[in-house]
């Protein structure tokens, strides 16, 4: 066999071989208590903003396209996913106690106004997903006026803490 016939034998070898490792990639059951809409004030406008271009990394509600199922992709969408919902989990949102929440809203109109959100990378597959001018500033609005609505409702200790974590 000639060098560049067992160049793609190993090639095709690393190839069948690395799909073999699937990374979990699950929807964790989700608790409509603990969610972003049940506890935050989220108008129906933002809320279709953030299902249609948040929800894929920031949620239990990911949809896995076919192509999430082909290593090296798997694991790259897997680890994103992941980081997506320590960051933000709109379907865990009560796990954020009151000023990290506000942190949070400050943080999400600072990524989408930057343009960090959704990330570049992600918007080729996903046309839908993104974010107009007007989507951009509806998002923000929302989230400084629910930080905002947060912040007044924070007890001095809660002040306090928030204060020190800064």
Known sequence: MSRAKWILLIILIVIVAIQLYRP???NPPIDASRTVQATAQVP????????RSCYDCHSHETRWPW?????PASWLLASDVNE????????????FDKPHAAKKLDRICKEVQGGDMPPWYYLPMHQTAKLSDADRQ????????????????LTPAERAASAKAD
């Not at 129906?44 to 299902?51: F, T």
């Not at 192509?67 to 290593?71: D, F, L, P, R």
Request: aromatic share 10%.
């Open 24 to 26: 979990a990639m699950t």
């Open 44 to 51: 129906p406008q933002v809320d279709a903003i953030l299902r």
């Open 67 to 71: 192509y999430t199922k082909i290593a």
């Open 84 to 95: 997506g919902r320590q960051e933000a989990n709109f379907s865990n949102w009560a796990a």
């Open 138 to 153: 509806t998002l923000c609005n929302w989230a400084h006026g629910e930080e905002a609505r947060i912040s007044a409702g």
